[in-house]
């Protein structure tokens, strides 16, 4: 027997409708270079009402993606909904790759438009003629003074929305399933791979961030997101604030703590996330801040060291809500937080708790798995391994079917890469990391690829790259290099040899040179026995 129960697809159109509808007097605000700007949720709807039809005058294929080269703005809020209510697919590019990861990303996607910051174009147009499938590039002036192109392509964002006749009518996605949004993710090894978000994958992770015991996002809220909307969408925030009304401050393009904290301040901010780099950054202005509306901070994207959580803790009397998840799941797989059974606990056992990357959301299933036996472990807190995730808005594979076997089990459930011990009652503690990658203030650095480049140089024999913790990155890259017999050779001289490698913030922050890099049984370099050894490793100077 069937359910008698209406079958309306979960798709983003209901967002933008309900916003529109109930919360066109809610506000979003963004910082740019020529001042903040205020604009109401119902001059926002209009706008990408004319947006929608601008994306049929620039001729972009039904699903053709729609690349996003952009800071946290509300302009780039309007592409969010225009994109996927009209059937495109919004693509967010990591302004942070390196040029050749960029050129393949867009290309591979096949971004047929690609929307562009005025204050980014320097970054983007030097690649335009690597870019095989973009037609257009629109830019939209945020009052940055990079010149623009005199070329055919390029358009100006607000002439073509002011020439556009606005969409009246009400937007629909028939298949919940159709794709609404891609993020690329560089969280593995190889090529960047595509992560491809649906409606239906969309709006349940966004009702994920109205729930009580989560982030509770609510009307009354007015929300910041530091976390780049092209990271994994913002971690989903502009959707749920969208479902729940509240208002929205956006940074644009100026991230520094100075001015992340004025906007907390100035606008009252209720809501705000980021990872721990951009708090540890906060951290020495709260003494002059009055942050009283401030209820939550999200943080997670790399582990969130306990300390911060305590001394913002002290000092506003709100620690970070320690989160846990993937581009791949969209991203918030495991929220953290205090439950009833920490009743009475003393200060120092609840710091431990938030430290936590805490409770699966409800729809998301975890199981931690022996990744060299494959055997499932006890939720004892003490057996560790690696976590696989499953659930409506976790990837179930890659665009273009790119990594297949590799980070799916045969079961479909998604391999994270991230080991894992997990208490009786849920609670995930991240110990280690089976991928081989470093995550430096929120972007990943490939060990490999370094570890390749200085195995490159003719005197050295091996060479292993390991995390090392950073007060302020969080993570640094640490070469461990094994020089061949009879020759000699510096710190200095590795990273010389890399500067014209790899990216600046690629290069390691400490080069010890060992005698043999430790194995494992089978052969392999045993970045664990390394990782122990050097995990206590000061960086000078950070
Ligand atoms: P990305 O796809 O770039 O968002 O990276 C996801 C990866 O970042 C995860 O698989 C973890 O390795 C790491 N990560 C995310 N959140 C946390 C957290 N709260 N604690 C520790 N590592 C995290």
Redesign the pocket.
């Known amino acids: 027997m069937l359910g008698l129960m209406q079958q309306r697809p979960l798709a983003l159109p209901h967002v933008f409708h309900r916003a529109e509808q109930y919360f066109g007097h809610k506000t979003l605000v963004t910082a740019e270079a020529a001042g903040e700007s205020t604009m109401s949720i119902a001059d926002w709807a209009q706008r990408v009402r004319r947006l929608a039809t601008v994306l049929d005058t620039l001729d972009v294929s039904a699903d053709g993606r729609v690349g996003t080269f952009c800071w946290n703005t509300a302009r780039h809020l309007e592409l969010y909904m225009a994109a996927p209510c009209t059937g495109r697919v919004l693509h967010t590019l990591n302004i942070r790759l390196f040029p050749e990861q960029l050129t393949y990303i867009v290309n591979h996607a096949a971004d047929e438009v690609v929307f562009v910051d005025r204050s980014l174009l320097p970054v983007l147009w030097p690649l335009v003629d690597k870019l095989e499938t973009v037609r257009h590039f629109v830019v939209i002036d945020d009052g940055a003074d990079a010149e623009v192109p005199d070329d055919p392509r390029v358009h100006d964002y607000e002439e073509l929305l002011a020439a556009a006749t606005p969409f009246t009518g009400t937007f629909t996605i028939e298949d919940e399933n159709t794709a609404a949004a891609m993020c690329y993710?560089?969280?593995t090894t190889g090529n960047p791979k595509g992560v491809v978000y649906s409606h239906r994958s969309a709006v349940l992770h966004s009702l994920i961030s109205l729930v009580a015991d989560g982030i509770a996002l609510a009307e009354r809220d007015v929300v910041l997101p530091v976390v780049p909307m092209f990271?994994?969408n913002a971690w989903g925030l502009p959707y749920g604030c969208l479902l729940a009304g509240s208002d929205m401050v956006f940074p644009g393009p100026n991230m520094t703590p100075t001015a992340i904290a004025a906007l907390l301040e100035k606008h009252r901010v209720t809501v705000t996330g980021g990872v721990p780099t951009i708090w540890m950054g906060v951290l020495p202005l709260l003494p002059d801040l009055d942050l009283s509306a401030l209820r939550l901070i999200l943080c997670?994207?790399?582990?969130?060291p306990k300390a911060l959580s305590e001394e913002y803790r002290k000092a506003i009397g709100v620690p970070m809500l320690?989160?846990?998840?993937?581009?791949?799941t969209s991203?918030i797989a495991t929220i953290s937080g205090l439950r009833s059974h920490h009743a009475g606990a003393s200060e120092a056992d609840l710091a431990d708790a938030r430290s936590r990357?805490g409770y699966a959301t409800p729809l998301v299933d975890l199981r931690l798995v022996d990744p060299s036996t494959g055997e499932i472990q006890p939720w004892d807190d003490v057996a560790s391994g690696e976590i696989q995730a499953a659930g409506p808005w976790i990837a179930a594979e890659y665009f273009r079917g790119e990594g297949e076997g590799a980070q799916f089990t045969e079961d479909g459930w998604l391999r994270?890469?991230?080991v894992a011990t997990v208490d009786r009652y849920g609670s995930v503690r991240?110990v280690d990391?089976t991928?081989d990658l470093i995550?430096s203030g929120g972007e990943?650095i490939g060990s490999v690829e370094l570890e390749n480049e200085i195995m490159a140089h003719p005197k050295v024999a091996e060479a292993a790259v390991i995390a090392i913790p950073h007060p302020k990155w969080v993570e640094r890259p640490m070469a461990c290099v094994v020089v061949k017999a009879g020759e000699t050779l510096t710190a200095e001289e590795v990273i010389a040899h890399l500067e014209p490698r790899v990216a600046k913030w690629w290069l390691p922050d400490a080069v010890e040179f060992i005698d043999e890099v430790p194995k494992t049984s089978v052969g392999k370099f045993s970045k664990k026995t390394l990782r122990e050894k050097f995990g206590g490793y000061q960086v000078q100077n950070p």
């Open positions: 993710t560089s969280g990271h994994a997670g994207g790399s582990a969130v320690h989160a846990w998840g993937m581009t791949e991203p990357q994270t890469g991230d991240l990391r991928k995550k990943w």
